[in-house]
C-alpha cells in the first residue's frame, strides 16, 4: 500500500488555495476539499451535464447569492429543489425578507406575533400569506395551465421578472440563463397552497409531476455524462436518482452519474435518504463504479459559501456548457 502525507493545513486567504490543501488533510475537512475538487471535476469535463438538488431551507439561512453565482457561472446546469426553497427564494425577490432570530424563544408567543420560525431564522406569517395571494392571482392569469412544474417554474419565473424587474432570486436567474427548475413536491409547499387557493376559486391549474420525471430523465439520457451535487437529500436528492433507474428500464444505458457529491448532516445507518450512501447507488445502479463520488458530512450553510468562493476564486470556468432545451 502506497501511502500519502497528511499535509498540515497552513492558514489562506485564498479560500480556494485552502480547500486544496484540506483536500490533503484528514476528516471532513479532507471531504469538503475533495467535494471541491469533484465539483471542479466536473465543470471541467465538456461532456458533462450538472444537476443540483436542493432542500433543507437554504433561501431562510441565506444561501440564495452563492446559489445564483452557480448559475451565473453554469457551475450547474439545472436544478431540483423543494418547493419551500423557491417559495423562500420567491419572496425575496418581492422584497419579502428574511430575519435572524432565535432558537431559545417561546414559540406560542412567536404564533400570537405572527412570526414563523425556521430555526433561528423569522419571518412574518402575514407577508408570506400575502405572496400566497400573489401565487394565486398568478395563476388566476394563465387562461389555463397543463404541463410539468418545469414548465410552471419557468413561467412563474418570467412573472417575477415582469412584476419586480429590480428582484434578484434564483428562480428568475435560472430563466434568464436557461437553466431548468424542477419541484416534484410542488404541492408541499407554499406555492402548492397558492394554487389550491387558486384551484378553490375555479382556476384551470394541472401540474404534471409524472412530466417532471419523464423530461429530467431525457435530459440525462440526452447528456454525454452527468454529475450530480446534493445539498441534504430528501426528495430532489432521489429524483435526480432515479433518473439512470428510468432510463435504464427504458433502453438507455447511461451507466450512473459519473461525478457525485453530497454536503449532508445525515448519517447512512439511521436508514434514510437524505444519509444513504453513493456506494449504496451503486447497487441500484444510480452512480458510476468508476466514478468520483465525495460526500462530504457538513452542515450546507457551513459547506456551500466556502466551496462556491473556492470554485470562483480558482477561477473555475464552465466552456460551452449544455443548451437545456426541454
Same mark, same amino acid.
Given at each position: 500500500m502506497t501511502?500519502?502525507?497528511?499535509?498540515?493545513?497552513?492558514?489562506?486567504?485564498?479560500?480556494?488555495?485552502?480547500l486544496d490543501q484540506m483536500a490533503n488533510t484528514g476528516f471532513q475537512g479532507r471531504k469538503l476539499g475533495e467535494a471541491c475538487a469533484a465539483w471542479r471535476s466536473m465543470i471541467d469535463d465538456p461532456s458533462c451535464t450538472i444537476l443540483l438538488g436542493l432542500s433543507g431551507a437554504m433561501i431562510p439561512a441565506g444561501m440564495q447569492e452563492c446559489l445564483i453565482a452557480l448559475v451565473e457561472n453554469r457551475y450547474v446546469d439545472g436544478i431540483v429543489s423543494t418547493g419551500a426553497n423557491m417559495f423562500h427564494d420567491i419572496c425575496e425577490h418581492l422584497g419579502i425578507h428574511h430575519y435572524m432570530g432565535s432558537h431559545h424563544v417561546d414559540?406560542?408567543?412567536?404564533?400570537?406575533?405572527?412570526?414563523?420560525?425556521?430555526?433561528?431564522?423569522?419571518?412574518?406569517?402575514?407577508?408570506?400569506?400575502?405572496?400566497?395571494?400573489?401565487? =394565486? /392571482?398568478?395563476?388566476?392569469?394563465?387562461?389555463?395551465?397543463?404541463?410539468?412544474?418545469?414548465? *410552471?417554474?419557468?413561467?412563474?419565473?418570467? $412573472?417575477?421578472?415582469?412584476?419586480?424587474?429590480?428582484?434578484?432570486?434564483?428562480?428568475?436567474?435560472?430563466?434568464r440563463e436557461g437553466v431548468p427548475v424542477f419541484v416534484p413536491a410542488l404541492a408541499d409547499s407554499s406555492i402548492g397552497i397558492g394554487l389550491v387557493m387558486a384551484r378553490r376559486d375555479g382556476v384551470d391549474i394541472q401540474v404534471d409531476q409524472i412530466a417532471d420525471a419523464d423530461e429530467i430523465t431525457c435530459l440525462v439520457e440526452q447528456a454525454d455524462a452527468t454529475g450530480v451535487v446534493y445539498l441534504g437529500g430528501g426528495v430532489p436528492k432521489n429524483f435526480i436518482q432515479q433518473t439512470q433507474v428510468? =432510463? /435504464?428500464?427504458?433502453?438507455?444505458?447511461?451507466?450512473?452519474?459519473?461525478?457525485?457529491?453530497? *454536503?449532508?448532516?445525515?448519517?447512512?445507518? $439511521?436508514g434514510g435518504l437524505s444519509g444513504c450512501t453513493f456506494d449504496e447507488a451503486i447497487s441500484w445502479g444510480k452512480e458510476s463504479p468508476a466514478g468520483k463520488n465525495v460526500q462530504c458530512f457538513c452542515d450546507v450553510t457551513i459547506a456551500l459559501p466556502l466551496v462556491v468562493s473556492a470554485l470562483l476564486g480558482g477561477m473555475a470556468t464552465r466552456k460551452n456548457p449544455p443548451k437545456m432545451g426541454i
Open positions: 501511502m500519502q502525507r497528511v499535509r498540515p493545513v497552513r492558514p489562506e486567504t485564498n479560500i480556494s488555495t485552502l414559540d406560542t408567543e412567536l404564533y400570537e406575533q405572527g412570526i414563523d420560525r425556521i430555526y433561528d431564522v423569522f419571518a412574518h406569517e402575514d407577508e408570506f400569506r400575502d405572496v400566497d395571494a400573489r401565487i =394565486a /392571482s398568478f395563476a388566476a392569469s394563465l387562461p389555463s395551465f397543463s404541463g410539468s412544474s418545469r414548465a *410552471f417554474m419557468e413561467e412563474l419565473g418570467n $412573472w417575477l421578472t415582469r412584476v419586480a424587474p429590480d428582484g434578484r432570486s434564483l428562480l428568475a436567474t435560472c430563466v428510468v =432510463a /435504464s428500464i427504458h433502453g438507455q444505458e447511461c451507466g450512473g452519474h459519473r461525478y457525485a457529491v453530497q *454536503f449532508t448532516t445525515d448519517a447512512p445507518h $439511521w
